[in-house]
């Protein structure tokens, strides 16, 4: 009953290719993020989606696009992988887009660019 | 924009005594604050946050956090420390509608 889950846990790839990681929330919550932590473990957040509407969204390559079929789920593509996308890619999400309800985060995905 | 610092890369303490990890903020505003914990090959784990009201909160694991407006600080607090709180300690402030953290303490926690 993970309330937050992200699959693929590890992926590997090479330089070039397109990959998604999903990610999926059973909390009923209305807002999902994708955030990207790097290699000293630096958060820095990408996109945010309320209700399937895209709330946030960073200067971000537009080689990532995130798409959320229902509130429920958060995918994120990425087109043509470079060197300097791997780090780890951790989904949340929140029960609203503002104020004091906290971000319950899933486990991460570990993206590996050889 | 809001921002968060945490000036301390890490801090080491020893078992049973008294731990602080310290955060200062700036956001227009009032504040949203919050500390999370994560532990190796983890997602972020929520400890406690500040909205309003008592300056000092109380969240998981015997944590707490003292807010102080002055300052613009909202140190993590824990009267006596365990081994297993040794993990990576984030701090962070919600202004609209991003969250934004700060570097991430890490926390040494010895026998």
């Known amino acids: 009953d993970t309330a937050v889950s992200q699959t693929p846990k590890y992926l590997v790839t090479q330089m070039g290719n397109d990959k998604s990681i999903k990610c999926e929330q059973n909390?009923?919550?209305?807002?999902m993020y994708w955030y990207k932590q790097d290699s000293k473990k630096f958060l820095k957040i990408m996109f945010s989606?309320?209700?399937?509407?895209?709330?946030i969204n960073e200067t971000v390559p537009n080689r990532f696009s995130p798409k959320s079929p229902d509130k429920a789920h958060l995918n994120l593509h990425i087109n043509s992988l470079e060197l300097g996308d791997s780090a780890v890619y951790f989904c949340?999400?929140?029960?609203?887009?503002?104020?004091?309800?906290?971000?319950?985060f899933g486990n991460g995905t570990r993206l590996t660019v050889t | 924009a809001q921002s968060v610092a945490q000036p301390e890369d890490q801090v080491n303490v020893a078992e049973g005594n008294p731990l602080t990890v310290k955060c200062t903020y700036s956001?227009?505003?009032?504040?949203?604050l919050f500390w999370y914990v994560q532990y190796p090959n983890r997602g972020l784990q929520f400890l406690l946050k500040?909205?309003?009201?008592?300056?000092l909160v109380k969240g998981s694991y015997g944590f707490e956090a003292e807010f102080n407006k002055s300052q613009t600080s909202f140190h993590l607090k824990k009267p006596s420390a365990l081994v297993s709180d040794s993990a990576l300690y984030f701090c962070a402030v919600r202004g609209g509608f991003k969250t934004i953290f700060g570097a991430g303490t890490r926390l040494f926690v010895k026998a």
């Open positions: 956001v227009s505003g009032n504040p949203y």
């Open positions: 989606y309320n209700n399937k509407e895209l709330i």
């Open positions: 909390l009923g919550h209305d807002t």
């Open positions: 500040y909205i309003t009201g008592d300056n």
């Open positions: 949340a999400s929140s029960q609203a887009p503002t104020g004091g309800s906290p971000l319950h």
